[in-house]
Nanobody, 123 residues
Framework: QVQLVESGGGLARLGGSLSLSCTAS????????MGWYRQPPGKQRELIAE???????TYADSAKGRFTIARDNVKNTVSLHMNSLKPEDTAVYFC?????????????????WGQGTQVTVSS
């Protein structure tokens, strides 16, 4: 019943910008680490950025200086702001989160993935 839904993907030009957003819905007790991954055509899924519940970010070298990850623990969202886009940024972007749900008096913790959103950058 808990879901992550990405939005904001689309088309961009070389040097352009896009902002992605991911929202957790359902009966969420709390959310731990969150992250953004991407899978370029014909390649493996790779971690782009992650952020702790306290707001400490970590970036892949390909994203550092161009992308910014942020989260809102009240709205249960994580965003990825992408600047200076390049064609090699073209990929399906996924968000992920460590989710805790409360069922009765027991807490269940598991990894949750969104369905992905396409980002295409043209030259």
């Amino acid at each position: 019943q808990v879901q992550l839904v990405e939005s904001g993907g689309g088309l961009a030009r070389l040097g352009g910008s896009l902002s992605l957003s991911c929202t957790a819905s359902g009966s969420v007790f709390s959310i731990g680490d969150m992250g953004w991954y991407r899978q370029p055509p014909g390649k493996q899924r790779e971690l782009i950025a992650e952020i702790t519940r306290g707001g400490t970010p970590t970036y892949a070298d390909s994203a550092k200086g161009r992308f910014t990850i942020a989260r809102d623990n009240v709205k249960n969202t994580v965003s990825l702001h992408m600047n200076s886009l390049k064609p090699e940024d073209t990929a399906v972007y996924f968000c992920s989160a460590v989710v805790k749900t409360l069922q009765g008096d027991q807490i269940h913790e598991f990894d949750l993935w969104g369905q992905g959103t396409q980002v295409t950058v043209s030259s």
